[in-house]
């Protein structure tokens, strides 16, 4: 069935007209967040791996870990390329000639087509972006989690949405593409904040989004705030609805990375609902059908 968003899947067979994977890799990178140089204890809601996948092992070197993807990408789902993704922590968040030979090193076989960069907009300045501007096809993702400073506050992210702005349109200037990461259901935020926050990154024209759900995660600080005083979390069906309100705004041409998690269920406290990700594709895609709706009709 054709989806009534932009799915990632189809911004690749458009772009490389090949089968493409995605490649998670751990360079060893930190967080200014979690090292003291902004704060200590890092975002409320990130685990001790950074809200990583956990599917690279960061003793293994940059190439060890890409040779041993793609032989298991291509045999299970017949991968034709790969994009290099660096996950964990804060990807940029070191000197320039650093990150230079980091990112060098994945492009050692031809099948790597791009490059996909996870940050935050505090990390990155005019030397780095311009660095990042060299390679193929190259990604930034960027969390903002939120557009609304109270919130960002909040969760102790250490920075505003101006940052996250300003990190934005100077990447943009550079031909980089730029993909923002989002998280619903912080127990601050209405539902019309929430459309708030993609209305404002809308106006950033954004190249891709991954919305996610808020997840309390064993061994996060936000585990110990809830113990502590129980905040309500919604359900799959709310935050379904929600989503589909946030794609009615997107532009049209902005990829949807991701809408559905595809956790660690033993790593999930709340909600349990967020692993069962064919369930909540499915559920998107019936409510934009009941709607007669898709993506970007109130861009």
């Given amino acids: 069935m054709e989806k009534r968003y932009y799915p990632y899947s189809k911004y690749l067979k458009d772009t490389f007209n090949k089968k493409v994977y995605k490649i998670t890799l751990d360079s060893g990178f930190y967080c200014p967040n979690r090292d003291g140089t902004i704060s200590s204890g890092g975002c409320i809601f990130c685990d001790e791996v950074g809200s990583f996948s956990r599917c690279s092992d960061s003793k293994k070197t940059i190439q060890e870990q890409i040779i041993t993807s793609m032989e298991h990408l291509e ?161 799959m069906e709310q935050y379904c609805e929600i989503v589909c309100d946030i794609l009615e705004i997107l532009p049209p041409s902005c990829t949807i990375e991701r809408i559905a998690g595809t956790g660690f269920s033993e790593t999930t406290i709340q909600p349990k609902w967020v692993n069962r990700r064919f369930e909540i594709l499915n559920m998107i895609d019936k409510i934009l059908i009941q709607r007669n709706s898709r993506q970007g009709i109130k861009f």
């Fill in 75 to 235: 045999k299970q789902f017949k991968a034709e390329a790969f994009i290099a993704y660096f996950q964990s922590y804060s990807n940029t968040y070191a000197p320039v000639e650093k990150l230079k030979e980091i990112y060098d090193s994945v492009f050692f076989d031809e099948k790597i087509v791009s490059i996909a960069i996870g940050t935050r907009p505090d990390c990155v300045d005019s030397k780095k972006l311009d660095l990042i501007s060299t390679y193929k096809v190259p990604w930034i993702e960027y969390g903002l989690q939120s557009s609304h400073n109270e919130t960002l506050k909040w969760m102790n992210r250490g920075h505003d949405f101006e940052c996250f702005k300003h990190a934005v349109i100077e990447t943009k200037k550079r031909g980089i593409k730029v993909c923002a990461h989002i998280i619903l259901g912080f127990p601050n935020e209405t539902k019309s904040m929430m459309l708030e926050t993609a209305k404002r990154l809308s106006e950033l024209e954004i190249d891709g989004i991954k919305i996610h759900m808020l997840t309390i995660l064993a061994d996060s600080p936000l585990l110990n705030l809830y113990n502590q005083n129980p905040f309500y979390l919604m359900d």
